[in-house]
């Protein structure tokens, strides 16, 4: 199977007077590419470009050759889409495995009828849901707490949870907003393992926008870096490292350098 391409092409986005994104160009196809920059640098609107939250002002955005920009958030979604935030959006009451099953549900071709009366074909989409839901979350490793509450959950699973619940979206793209935020080393390491599990076993492009240097560098194959809204610099994880405007816009100074880049794993926003 050929990994769905991503192509976006002079994206710009103002606000009044404030160029969020100006002008990006870049493609992810297959792998994992990091998105990274400092805050503020527009990348979080990038998303939400992607995913028709916003209209561009200029650009365009393409999915295997379709054009996104033209479609509304929901349609963004059946188009192949899906994304986690930065902040943990979650059915905090339903369990586990409801959070998941949920996507999977409103792709059911039952009407209200038949819901209401729990009619034999109802139960029998349910059950494919549940069993699918489940399937997905032993792949992202939280199917031993599928039956507790998603707000009993610690920050580290309730992060996994989000991506499970993204990928029941059969997404071919799947965006992921800071999904180490708030975590420790040894979390940050344990979910890096996760996305490039997640990454193979699904066969989908990711986009990761990440501020834990480290994890982008150790697991994205492609590197796009954002400045006040534009590209800075894009190549590999070798090439970004040694990218002289990455080093003096982003990634500090020399001494500040040698930490964020390999002697810890640095967790600079």
């Known amino acids: 199977m050929t990994a769905s391409r991503l192509e976006v092409r002079n994206l710009t986005r ?41 209209r561009p ?32 959006r979650l059915f905090n009451r339903m369990t586990c495995l409801e959070n998941v099953m949920t996507p999977l549900l409103t792709q059911g071709v039952y009407g209200p009828v038949s819901a209401f009366l729990r009619t ?13 839901a489940f399937s997905i979350m032993e792949d992202v490793g939280v199917a031993d707490v599928s039956d507790r509450q998603a707000s009993t959950l ?46 193979k076993d699904f066969d989908v492009t990711i986009i990761l926008i990440e501020h834990h240097i480290n994890l982008v560098m150790d697991i994205c194959g492609h ?11 894009k190549g590999s994880p070798s090439e970004i490292r040694s990218d002289g405007r990455v080093v003096a816009a982003y990634l500090g100074r020399p001494r500040e350098r040698k930490k964020r880049l390999g002697a810890d794993e640095g967790t600079g926003r």
Not at 122 to 132: G, H, L, N, Q, Y
Request: aromatic share 4%.
């Open 154 to 199: 610690p920050y580290g699973l309730q992060r996994k949870l989000e991506i499970a619940r993204a990928l029941a979206c059969a997404p071919r793209l799947l965006l992921l907003d800071e999904p180490a935020a708030g975590m420790n080393d040894a979390e940050t390491r344990e979910l890096g393992e996760s996305i490039v599990k997640v990454q």
């Open 14 to 54: 103002s606000f009044g007077g404030i160029v969020a994104v100006d002008s990006l160009s870049f493609d992810a196809g297959g792998g994992i590419t990091g998105l990274i920059g400092p805050n503020g640098a527009g990348k979080t609107t990038v998303f939400n470009l992607i995913t028709g939250i916003y």
């Open 120 to 132: 034999s074909s109802v139960r029998a989409e349910e059950k494919i849901a549940r069993d699918r």
């Open 223 to 233: 590197i796009v870096v954002m400045e006040r809204g534009a590209l800075l610099a």
């Open 57 to 88: 002002s200029v650009g365009t955005i393409l999915l295997d050759g379709t054009e996104l920009i033209v479609k509304r958030p929901h349609e963004v979604v059946r188009a192949g889409v899906s994304r986690t935030f930065q902040n943990i």
